[in-house]
């Protein structure tokens, strides 16, 4: 749940520094030139997985429109500024993907998938030079680090939300099953 203590906890986890967020906001017009790039070779690597390729075109036009999502997500990186509406929205997007049914496994994969692009076409190619190419790697790292901890978070209470909602257990009763009482 997205409440006053898991956003102050989730800020510490993320560990952002000054710099990391200055570097990310500067990001911004590589991140903007880049998105597009990514975001194509992005669906091309999920549809090589037949039951994404299933789930991606269960509806019309919905690749289309996860590209625009996926744009705004990789460019909305270097917002600069990584506070409660930043953290609620991240939270709001793993939600999506337990009511689409999408396993966790792949959002980690997918991830990792980014965080490659990040460093080749971001890092390497726009600051081919820049002595703190290292620092930029790191400070992309550390969002998407962040990013990843929320929507799994969210994964993991959303599916207990559902597994409650069908059971009729009490969160009391799950908690006391779980402790083996
Ligand atoms: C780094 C990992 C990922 C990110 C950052 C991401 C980002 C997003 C965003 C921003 C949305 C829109 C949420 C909303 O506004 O409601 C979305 C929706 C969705 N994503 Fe992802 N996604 C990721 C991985 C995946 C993967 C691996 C799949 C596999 C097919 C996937 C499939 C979907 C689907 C089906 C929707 C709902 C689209 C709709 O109904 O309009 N996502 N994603």
Redo the contacts with the bound molecule.
């Keep these: 749940m997205v409440d006053q203590t898991f956003i102050s906890e989730m800020k510490q986890l993320g560990a952002l520094t000054d710099q990391d967020r200055q570097l990310l906001a500067e990001m911004k017009p590589a991140l903007e030139k880049q998105a597009t790039p990514i975001v194509e070779a ?1 669906y091309v690597q ?1 549809e090589s ?1 037949e ?3 299933q ?2 075109h ?2 019309p036009g ?1 690749v289309e ?2 590209k625009g ?2 744009a ?3 460019v909305g990186l270097s917002a600069g500024v990584y506070e409660e509406d930043y953290l609620q ?1 991240r939270y ?2 793993g ?3 337990v ?2 049914g ?1 396993e966790p496994r ?6 990792a ?2 965080r490659g692009f990040a460093s080749r076409q971001i890092v390497e190619a726009e600051y081919p030079a820049d002595p703190q190419k290292e620092a930029r790697m790191i400070a992309l790292n550390r969002i ?1 680090d962040l ?2 901890n929320i ?1 799994l978070q969210s994964y993991d209470d959303h599916r207990l939300k559902q597994f409650l909602e069908v059971t009729g257990f009490s969160e009391a009763l799950f908690e006391t099953l779980m402790a083996g009482g």
């Design positions: 992005f999920l997985f039951p994404l390729k789930l991606l269960a509806e919905r429109r996860l999502h996926l705004r997500w990789l929205e709001r997007i939600k999506r993907h009511e689409v999408l792949y959002v980690i994969a997918a991830m998938f980014c998407m990013d990843l929507m």
